[in-house]
């Protein structure tokens, strides 16, 4: 069997583990179409910035349809077999953050779902900085009570919730639903951008 037929072989098999060793990372963004419907857009907040010595607050994933939400103290351990449902990941700077700690927080998780970082994708096409400055720029707008949040304001909400403040849990869990949800726009951008200039 050659190259060509093994490769649409499984992907009549919906196989994402072998997609996400054959394709380059740089081209990962091309298995959008074929596994969007086994999707999950990430996104985490934590207490800092080391997988090593801080800890996940919140997890956050979007199917396209419903979003499931894990709280450190209420449900994060349900998070483990939720996420293998999914075939495909989509994170903004996740390679370099959230899957780091996600790995750490979940000793042997063995997370096998192509992954792609909009982070580079969305660079590609001229898209560059944070996630919010990047949001701005294509006109996606956050609502009112979550505008101008950011990192560092999940870390205080944390603490504030950890202090008795329900409210502040209900801000971040808002803040991190957002992040989430726009992922999905933004994958759609990056991937109609990048197509057309495959045919130019």
């Given at each position: 069997?050659?190259?060509?037929?093994r490769?649409?072989?499984?992907?009549?098999?919906?196989?994402?583990?072998?997609?996400?060793?054959?394709?380059?990372r740089?081209?990962?963004?091309?298995?959008?179409?074929?596994?969007?419907?086994?999707?999950?857009?990430?996104?985490?907040?934590?207490?800092?910035?080391?997988?090593?010595?801080?800890?996940?607050?919140?997890?956050?994933?979007?199917?396209?349809?419903?979003?499931?939400?894990?709280?450190?103290?209420?449900?994060?351990?349900?998070?483990?077999?939720?996420?293998?449902?999914?075939?495909?990941?989509?994170?903004?700077?996740?390679?370099?953050?959230?899957?780091?700690?996600?790995?750490?927080?979940?000793?042997?998780?063995?997370?096998?779902?192509?992954?792609?970082?909009?982070?580079?994708?969305?660079?590609?096409?001229?898209?560059?900085?944070?996630?919010?400055?990047?949001?701005?720029?294509?006109?996606?707008?956050?609502?009112?009570?979550?505008?101008?949040?950011?990192?560092?304001?999940?870390?205080?909400?944390?603490?504030?919730?950890?202090?008795g403040?329900?409210?502040?849990?209900?801000?971040?869990?808002?803040?991190?639903?957002?992040?989430?949800?726009?992922?999905?726009?933004?994958?759609?951008?990056?991937?109609?951008?990048?197509?057309?200039?495959?045919?130019?």
């Amino acid at each position: 069997m050659d190259e060509i037929s093994r490769s649409l072989d499984q992907l009549d098999r919906k196989n994402q583990a072998f997609f996400r060793e054959k394709l380059p990372r740089r081209e990962l963004w091309r298995a959008f179409p074929e596994f969007r419907d086994s999707i999950a857009y990430l996104d985490i907040e934590t207490t800092g910035l080391s997988p090593r010595y801080d800890d996940i607050t919140v997890i956050g994933l979007y199917d396209g349809n419903d979003v499931h939400t894990f709280v450190r103290g209420i449900n994060l351990r349900d998070f483990k077999k939720r996420i293998q449902q999914y075939k495909l990941l989509v994170t903004y700077n996740g390679a370099g953050f959230d899957l780091r700690f996600i790995e750490e927080e979940f000793s042997g998780i063995g997370l096998d779902q192509i992954h792609i970082d909009l982070r580079f994708p969305l660079y590609r096409v001229g898209l560059k900085g944070g996630l919010k400055a990047i949001e701005r720029t294509v006109g996606i707008s956050r609502t009112e009570e979550t505008q101008g949040l950011d990192g560092f304001d999940a870390v205080r909400l944390w603490k504030e919730y950890e202090s008795g403040k329900q409210e502040s849990l209900d801000l971040l869990v808002a803040y991190n639903r957002e992040d989430i949800v726009n992922l999905e726009a933004l994958m759609r951008i990056a991937y109609a951008t990048l197509r057309r200039s495959c045919f130019l």
